[in-house]
Each structure stands twice: as C-alpha cells, then as structure tokens.
Nanobody, 122 residues
Framework: VQVVESGGGLVQTGGSLRLSCTAS????????MGWFRQAPGKQREGVSCIKWSGDYTYYTDSVKGRFTISRDNAKNTLYLQMNSLKPEDTAMYYC????????????????WGQGTQVTVSS
C-alpha cells in the first residue's frame, strides 16, 4: 500500500491551497480517509475525515467553514481544499487510509503518507 500527499506549499494569510492524497494497493472505495496535521512541538491532530461512501464528513472546530474534504473513488484520491488560511494552520499535513470517521476527531489509520508541508505566512 502506498499513500502519497501533495499540494502543500507556502501561502500568505487568507490564501488557499488544495491538498491531494493518492492511495494505491488497497480498495480505496472501501475505507474511510482522514487528514491530520502536526505543527512543530505539538501533538498530531485529526483535522477532517470522510467516510468510505462519501456521505459523511467531519471537521475539527478550528477549520470548519474554511476547509472542505472530498474524495474521488474512481481516482483513488482524497482532497482537502483549504481556504482563508491562517498562520496557525502551518503544519505538516498527512492523510491516512482507514482512519475513524464519526462525530469525534479522526484517529488511527492503517496506512499513512509521508506528509506535505503547509506554511502560512503572516
């Protein structure tokens, strides 16, 4: 199984980025997917998740209304559209296949990517 994130970069406050995550070697359409982030000196946190069917999504409070998660099961790809970015969104962003996805922040995940860095300048 291979999970690869892309789309990170340096952006100014208020800008946008779209992260992508492609998973291969598994039945993508059968698994929940989650986005996580870890800032320097902080614990990793679950940011968003989407159920395998695409009919349920979760967002942590700090990103609600700014981030949108989506998936294209035909392309084995997960997305995270990030708008109105803030300096506090600066972190390494990871996606994970097989994470939990319910009314709580996602946890777990059997397969993880290497991450993509998002830096928001003030």
């Amino acid at each position: 199984v291979q999970v690869v994130e892309s789309g990170g970069g340096l952006v100014q406050t208020g800008g946008s980025l779209r992260l992508s995550c492609t998973a291969s070697g598994l039945t993508f359409a059968d698994v929940n997917m989650g986005w996580f982030r870890q800032a320097p000196g902080k614990q990793r946190e679950g940011v968003s998740c989407i159920k395998w069917s695409g009919d349920y999504t979760y967002y942590t409070d700090s990103v609600k209304g700014r981030f949108t998660i989506s998936r294209d099961n035909a392309k084995n790809t997960l997305y995270l559209q990030m708008n109105s970015l803030k300096p506090e969104d600066t972190a390494m962003y990871y996606c994970a296949a097989g994470s939990s996805c319910n009314s709580q922040p996602p946890v777990g995940g059997a397969y993880w990517g290497q991450g993509t860095q998002v830096t928001v300048s003030s």
